[in-house]
């Protein structure tokens, strides 16, 4: 909603909190493949090792990372973040400051937005604790028109009788859709619940029917008749009820026999719906624990996969997986989850055919979710909902982690490309930061080849100095028809010789593209002493299952008054890399590598000096009136003019 405020600028309805406007600069990461924890049975294609994908590490980096690759093709979302309830659990510390919490969240939702396909819809679990200030902020991410349901899951079957208030039974499930018009979403299976209530008394062939009225609250242009019954008698809708179809489709329906007039033949009709014609139900918002399972059945399946020592803390039933996943996806499609925590999602979604992404950062990854995902790839895992989905085995994952940072500064305070990377590494990055998808080419006079943005435009990725005469022969290979982005770390030619190539250096040409070196996005923990997190915590299992750490727990301050000022503070925030040229150290690290050792080793010679002092004293006036000249030198000057020279051709 925009309104003017009288000073001619616009203005929207919207969520505000300190540091909405403070956004990261995130790096692309490359995803380098962890063999120990990959594990597959099948080939490439039918739902094994190629199709599954299992990240470590800070989760805002890992759908960054994602990106490129699979933007717009997730089908389906499912997240359960961090409820930001203040009660600390091994696994994870869960209690953000608001503002924290919604800049945590409206980061990672960015993100799964542009991942997901236009027909894709993701799911939010939430509590009442920051319940509403996320569905105002999803209305900003994802559109308002888009939003779908706010679902309520019975977490808990029974009372807690010690509540202060009242007894927190339910968590909500947020349901947003990419794009309202495009998203269709499936009916949920008959259960025996729901078809009690069909018969046959009047043993139709046709099998098992339910009544259903005949008459609507809301007027009918034709809703104003009389119907007569077997027997001679005359009905018509009561005060203020009308026919819901008319006269023609009446006709039509007891010529059908599909209108049941009770036993007597005498009573007001009903129509006949036929159990083997309504197909499955449309999905309610209300989920009871006896339909998809609660936190008791959720901990038991854990108990049963990793041993009582283990179970996960927060951990959410498979039933209640395997409906949202139902609801929104067909064998087949994309499911991410990046806040896996054990990793149900994961372990449904592979037991119901479709493929999965999960992203986690603890040590959880290893210990509970790869273990898992093995037992369900062997069928060793009968639980959950593997009776259900007639789960045979198969299938695999690849587990990934995430790179380290392209650039890092050396011991002279130049950025450098760093040096855990080598060459595929290097030019795998380069092409997530330029645009283009990692493929080089298995022909090795092709060597040039080792990306692409479309059938006739590639990169080349080189840490070597190229001369006029390399870039030449390189620009004959790659012929007219075609086009070459070059990254080299120089050059030296006249590049409007090459109209087919396109040179840049490195690192410079990626240096201002974001913040180097920043690992975790996950903010910094403070965790509550064990005592003060047993006081809060009643024992009503309501946290989230998600990943995300907390920088501190709001509460009562204590009387001494030391902590008092540490409850207090505001969370420290690690300012951002400037990676700007103008905030570098400006002439002496812009220098050439042969220049900065040459400074070392006159600076060495230098600390000889003490040593000649008393010859120094006698030709003191001298020397003072040839250090000027010294400090400014012409080869000095001649160097920095050929180095700014390469950066005009840049």
């Given at each position: 909603?925009?309104?003017?405020?009288?000073?001619?600028?616009?203005?929207?309805?919207?969520?505000?909190?300190?540091?909405?406007?403070?956004?990261?600069?995130?790096?692309?990461?490359?995803?380098?493949?962890?063999?120990?924890?990959?594990?597959?049975?099948?080939?490439?294609?039918?739902?094994?090792?190629?199709?599954?994908?299992l990240i470590q590490g800070d989760n805002l980096l890992a759908l960054k990372s994602l990106e490129q690759q699979f933007a717009g093709k997730v089908k389906c979302v499912y997240i359960d973040p961090p409820y930001n309830t203040g009660s600390a659990f091994e696994q994870y510390d869960d209690g953000l400051e608001h503002s924290i919490w919604l800049s945590l969240m409206r980061d990672r939702l960015e993100l799964l937005h542009r991942l997901l396909s236009d027909d894709g819809a993701i799911w939010v679990s939430i509590d009442d604790n920051e319940g509403h200030y996320l569905k105002v902020m999803m209305d900003e991410v994802f559109g308002r028109r888009n939003f779908v349901a706010t679902v309520i899951w019975q977490k808990i079957h029974a009372r807690n009788n010690t509540a202060v208030h009242f007894s927190a039974d339910h968590d909500f499930k947020l349901v947003y859709s990419k794009n309202i018009d495009s998203w269709k979403r499936n009916k949920v299976s008959r259960t025996a619940e729901s078809d009690a209530e069909f018969w046959n008394p009047d043993n139709d062939p046709r099998g098992l029917w339910r009544r259903s009225d005949l008459t609507a609250a809301k007027p009918y242009s034709d809703g104003h008749y009389e119907v007569t019954g077997p027997h001679g008698d005359v009905f018509s809708p009561r005060a203020n009820r009308y026919w819901s179809l008319s006269r023609a489709s009446f006709k039509a329906l007891q010529d059908d026999n599909r209108l049941w007039w009770g036993r007597s033949g005498r009573t007001f009709p009903f129509r006949k719906r036929f159990q083997s014609e309504l197909g499955d139900l449309v999905p309610t918002t209300i989920w009871s624990n006896e339909e998809v399972g609660d936190n008791r059945a959720a901990k038991q399946e854990s108990a049963e996969l990793f041993g009582r020592d283990a179970i996960f803390a927060t951990p959410k039933p498979e039933r209640l997986l395997e409906r949202i996943i139902a609801i929104s996806t067909d064998p087949g499609d994309i499911v991410l989850d990046s806040f896996a925590g054990s990793g149900t999602t994961g372990a449904v979604a592979h037991?119901?055919?479709?493929?999965?992404?999960?992203?986690?950062?603890?040590?959880?990854?290893?210990?509970?979710?790869?273990?898992?995902?093995?037992?369900?790839?062997?069928?060793?895992?009968?639980?959950?909902?593997?009776?259900?989905?007639?789960?045979?085995?198969?299938?695999?994952?690849?587990?990934?982690?995430?790179?380290?940072?392209?650039?890092?500064?050396?011991?002279?305070?130049?950025?450098?490309?760093?040096?855990?990377?080598?060459?595929?590494?290097?030019?795998?990055?380069?092409?997530?930061?330029?645009?283009?998808?990692?493929?080089?080419?298995?022909?090795?006079?092709?060597?040039?080849?080792?990306?692409?943005?479309?059938?006739?435009?590639?990169?080349?990725?080189?840490?070597?100095?190229?001369?006029?005469?390399?870039?030449?022969?390189?620009?004959?290979?790659?012929?007219?028809?075609?086009?070459?982005?070059?990254?080299?770390?120089?050059?030296?030619?006249?590049?409007?010789?090459?109209?087919?190539?396109?040179?840049?250096?490195?690192?410079?040409?990626?240096?201002?593209?974001?913040?180097?070196?920043?690992?975790?996005?996950?903010?910094?923990?403070?965790?509550?002493?064990?005592?003060?997190?047993?006081?809060?915590?009643?024992?009503?299992?309501?946290?989230?299952?998600?990943?995300?750490?907390?920088?501190?727990?709001?509460?009562?301050?204590?009387?001494?008054?030391?902590?008092?000022?540490?409850?207090?503070?505001?969370?420290?925030?690690?300012?951002?890399?400037?990676?700007?040229?103008?905030?570098?150290?400006?002439?002496?690290?812009?220098?050439?590598?042969?220049?900065?050792?040459?400074?070392?080793?006159?600076?060495?010679?230098?600390?000889?000096?003490?040593?000649?002092?008393?010859?120094?004293?006698?030709?003191?006036?001298?020397?003072?009136?040839?250090?000027?000249?010294?400090?400014?030198?012409?080869?000095?000057?001649?160097?920095?003019?050929?180095?700014?020279?390469?950066?005009?051709?840049?």
């Open positions: 909603m925009n309104m003017g405020n009288g000073s001619g600028r616009r203005q929207r309805l919207e969520l505000t909190w300190i540091g909405k406007d403070e956004r990261p600069r995130l790096e692309p990461r490359i995803l380098l493949p962890v063999a120990e924890q990959s594990y597959a049975r099948g080939k490439p294609g039918d739902g094994g090792i190629h199709d599954n994908i037991k119901m055919g479709r493929r999965w992404i999960m992203v986690e950062l603890g040590d959880h990854a290893h210990t509970h979710i790869v273990p898992r995902l093995k037992k369900v790839i062997d069928r060793q895992d009968l639980g959950g909902v593997t009776e259900a989905t007639g789960w045979k085995g198969g299938g695999g994952f690849r587990t990934y982690r995430l790179a380290p940072s392209l650039i890092e500064t050396d011991q002279f305070g130049q950025k450098i490309i760093s040096k855990q990377y080598n060459a595929s590494m290097l030019a795998e990055a380069m092409c997530k930061h330029m645009g283009f998808t990692y493929d080089p080419s298995q022909d090795q006079a092709l060597y040039w080849q080792q990306g692409h943005s479309s059938e006739r435009d590639f990169i080349f990725v080189t840490t070597q100095s190229l001369t006029h005469d390399t870039l030449k022969s390189l620009s004959l290979e790659v012929g007219e028809d075609r086009t070459l982005l070059v990254c080299c770390k120089a050059f030296r030619a006249r590049l409007s010789d090459f109209p087919n190539l396109t040179v840049k250096k490195i690192p410079q040409a990626v240096l201002d593209n974001c913040e180097w070196g920043r690992d975790d996005y996950s903010l910094n923990i403070a965790k509550p002493p064990e005592g003060e997190a047993d006081a809060t915590d009643d024992g009503s299992d309501d946290d989230g299952n998600g990943g995300e750490a907390t920088p501190r727990r709001r509460g009562r301050a204590t009387r001494s008054a030391e902590p008092a000022a540490e409850a207090e503070a505001a969370p420290v925030k690690k300012a951002p890399l400037k990676m700007d040229g103008t905030t570098r150290v400006p002439k002496v690290s812009r220098s050439p590598a042969p220049l900065a050792a040459k400074t070392a080793v006159t600076t060495k010679k230098a600390s000889k000096a003490p040593r000649k002092s008393a010859k120094s004293e006698k030709s003191k006036g001298s020397r003072k009136t040839k250090s000027a000249p010294r400090a400014a030198t012409p080869k000095a000057k001649l160097r920095r003019a050929v180095d700014n020279r390469q950066g005009r051709l840049l």
